[in-house]
């Protein structure tokens, strides 16, 4: 659901911006579209902390010791808090060593961690220190469309299966699974 909010909200900004030669002239379509994207990368940011803190429950809420899983439930809020690329691997591997590599080589793989980064300073900037966005809104929508595959990297590595990701939100985007290997073909007898 969260990543949807942030959807409509993108695709209104776009709007908005394909219609600017209807702007009234009190109205600066450059400084409309850097509002617009200075919050969208505030909203962004939140659907994304949103999106890892649902997705560490998914894990966690298998484990089928209460204590365990409230105390496992208890630290997801701290570890969502960080969420630059490092603090993900992180995380992933206080898990396993073995999520935290599987998601550094989907990352490593694709090149798009510049985006999840942009995005993350980019709030910062905004958020904190009261500065303007300094990316256009086509350079969001690229973001937005690799940010969603970064967070199926992150999914998968936490062994969630496709089902639990789209209980989170059915627009991160899951990697397609590797092709099965066809079938070794048995010779016949003549």
């Not at 909203?43 to 998914?58: G, K, V």
């Not at 969502?80 to 935290?100: A, H, N, P, Q, V």
């Not at 969603?148 to 059915?170: K, M, Q």
Request: charged fraction near 20%.
């Amino acid at each position: 659901m969260s990543l949807a909010i942030f959807e409509s909200f993108l695709k209104f900004a776009e709007g908005a911006m394909g219609s600017k030669a209807d702007l009234p002239n009190a109205i600066d379509a450059a400084e409309l579209e850097n509002a617009l994207v200075s919050h969208s990368v505030v909203l962004l940011h939140s659907h994304m902390e949103q999106c890892l803190r649902n997705a560490i429950e998914a894990r966690c809420v298998r484990c089928v010791d209460p204590e365990v899983r409230a105390f496992a439930l208890s630290v997801r809020d701290k570890e969502t808090g960080r969420i630059g690329i490092s603090s993900l691997k992180d995380t992933l591997g206080r898990f396993s060593e073995e999520y935290k590599i599987a998601f550094r080589t989907q990352l490593d793989v694709s090149g798009l961690a510049d985006s999840w980064e942009s995005i993350k300073n980019q709030r910062v900037a905004v958020a904190h220190h009261g500065q303007p966005a300094t990316c256009s809104l086509a350079d969001l929508r690229l973001y937005y469309e690799n940010i969603r595959r970064i967070l199926g990297f992150f999914c998968t590595a936490l062994g969630l299966d496709p089902a639990e990701v789209t209980g989170i939100s059915n627009l991160i985007v899951l990697a397609p699974a590797p092709a099965a290997a066809p079938a070794p073909v048995q010779a016949t007898s003549p």
